[in-house]
C-alpha cells in the first residue's frame, strides 16, 4: 500500500520555519516513496480558525513547494467525531466529569502538597446517576474524559526506534469540552483512520499525545498507522518558535526575498544526519532525509543561515528561473540573461539584481581617484559593438598608454564606471553599460 502522510496545522496563524519541517519532512516521505500527502486543517478551535489563515497555509505549501493531493477540514466531519464519541461512551471509554477548573486546580495542589502525582482522580467515574442528574439540575453540564488503561503503550517510531509512553502516570484526557466541541486529540485519531493516513509524522512534542491516541484507535477497533516523531526547531538559545509570536513565519522569510529552496534547506537539515546545505531540488532533498537518522537533540538553528544558503542557490540560479523576477525588478527582457550572469555571483537575494540593475542603467555618482587615468581611458574607449573581450582589449590599451597595472589600472576604472569599490566581473557588466554611458561617466570625473 503506498503511504499516505498528512501535515495537520490548525488555521489560527500563520506557518513559520518551525512549521515548515514536519511539513517538508511528511511530504518529503511521501515523495521518495512514491505516497500522497493530505492537507488537513486542524479546525475545531472556532474561534480561533479563519478562512484567511486556512489560505495562507496552503499559499505557504504552495511556495515551498508542497501541493497537497487531498485535502480535508476536521470542521466538516463533526458527525464522523460525534459518531466515534458515542461509540467510546457505548465502550464505557468515554465518561461525563463535571468538576470546575477551579475544583480540579484544587485537588491538584492537594495532591501535589502530599507528593502525589497531579493526576486525575477518576472521582467522576464513580458518581451515581442520581449524584449526575442533581449536578445537572444545578446547570452543570459535562466534559468527557477518556478512560486510559494504565499500562505502557509501545511502538516502533520512526525516528526514535523504540517508543513509549507509561499511561499510568497520566490524566485521563478531556476528548469532548462541555460545550460539545472536540479538543485536538479525538477528531485526529477519527480522521487519520478514517481518511487511510499510513503514516503520522510530527514533532516529538507530540509523543504522549500518541500514548492516548494508540489506546483511542484501539478502542475503536482502527488498525494503528506507523508514527514518527521529529525534533522540534529551536532558535540557539534552545527557545521554541511560537506561531503566535510570527517567529520566523513562511510569508515574513518569503517577503524578505529568500529562496523557498534555502528556507526548505535549513528547516529539514538542520538536526538531520546531513550538514545543513543549499539543496535546489526536493528529490534531492528527499533524497538525502531520512527520519531514522533525525538526532534526537533538538534542531537548533540560526536564521542567519538563510543568506549563506541563499547566497550559494542564487550563485547557481540559471537565468530562466529568474525571469519573471528580473523583468519586475526592471530589467528589459533582451538584457536579462547577460545581467543575470554577469551579476549573480555577488547577490545574497535575486533581489539584490536591482542594486546592480540600477549601477548598469544609472544615474550614479562616478568617483575619481586617477583623473589622468581615466583620461588615458577616454582617449582609448574601443569602438562599438561592445562584447566579453572589451574591458581586456580596452584595460590593456589603458595599461600600455599609462604603464598602469593590476589595482592601479582596474580600480579608478572600476570607482569611475560603477561609483563602487567592488562588484561584478567588469567584462560582463561593461557591455551592459555601454559605450555612451562608460563615456559620459568617465568624462564626468577625468
Ligand atoms: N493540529 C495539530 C498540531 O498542529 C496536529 C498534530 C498532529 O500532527 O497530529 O499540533
Redesign the pocket.
Known sequence: MSPLV?????PTGYLHIGNAR?ALLNALFARARGGRFLLRL?DTDRERSTPAFAAAIEEDLAWLGIVPDLFARQSDRAERHDAAAERLRGLGRLYPCYETPEELERRRKRQLGRGLPPIYDRAALSLTAEQRASLEAEGRRPHWRFKLDHRTVSWNDLVRGEAHVDCASLSDPVLVRADGTYL?TLP?VVDDAELGVTH?I??ED?VT?TGVQVQIFEALGHPLPVFGHHNLLTTADGEGLSKRLGHLSLRGLRAAGYEPASVRSLAVLTGSAEAVRAIAGLDELAALVDLAHISRAPAKFDPHELDGLNARLVHEMPAVAVLDRLAGLGVPAEAAEAFWLAVRANLVKVEDARDWWHVVTGPIEPVTTDASLVSAAIATLPAEPWGPETWKAWTTAVKDRTGAKGKALFMPLRLALTGLDHGPDLSALLPLIGRERAAERLRAVA
Open positions: 498528512r501535515f495537520a496545522p490548525s514536519p486542524d485536538y485526529s503520522v510530527r514533532g507530540h499525545n
